[in-house]
């Protein structure tokens, strides 16, 4: 399974571009995963957003010692996201097992790219505004 990340998102995980994975498709039930940082009242928030169906979630407060744990975080969000969403918990174990290694790599789609810039404003507008 891999995550494609923003340069922005690389950075703050402090991976430089020799350390990242060469891999085109993987064979997981959903495929692979989008992944960026951005600022939510002022805490740093990750977003990920699948590629090939566009569930998305967000982890609102990120830290340092988080980030540290990234993948942790990744697959608990990927596992709640899945429950919240009626998925039945043999089909969440098997779509994490297939999570079990997880590769970086760089994004590769502009239009992608742009469905989860439209995502983050979005989620600053429910969570600023609709939630206040």
Request: proline share 1%; charged share 25%; with cysteine.
């Amino acid at each position: 399974m891999q995550i494609r990340c923003t340069q922005k998102l690389l950075k703050e995980l402090s991976i430089s571009t020799n350390q990242l994975a060469e891999i085109e498709n993987t064979d997981s039930l959903l495929g692979n995963w989008y992944a960026n940082i951005f600022t939510l009242d002022r805490r740093k928030t990750l977003i990920f957003m699948n590629e090939r169906t566009l569930l998305s979630f967000i982890i609102y407060g990120m830290r340092k010692d988080n980030i540290k744990n990234f993948p942790i975080v990744f697959v608990n969000g990927v596992e709640r996201v899945l429950a919240m969403e009626g998925v039945k918990q043999d089909i969440i174990d098997k779509i994490l097992e297939q999570h079990s290694t997880i590769f970086f790599t760089k994004t590769h789609s502009n239009s992608l790219r742009g469905n989860m810039n439209d995502l983050v404003n979005l989620y600053k507008h429910i969570v600023l505004y609709e939630v206040a």
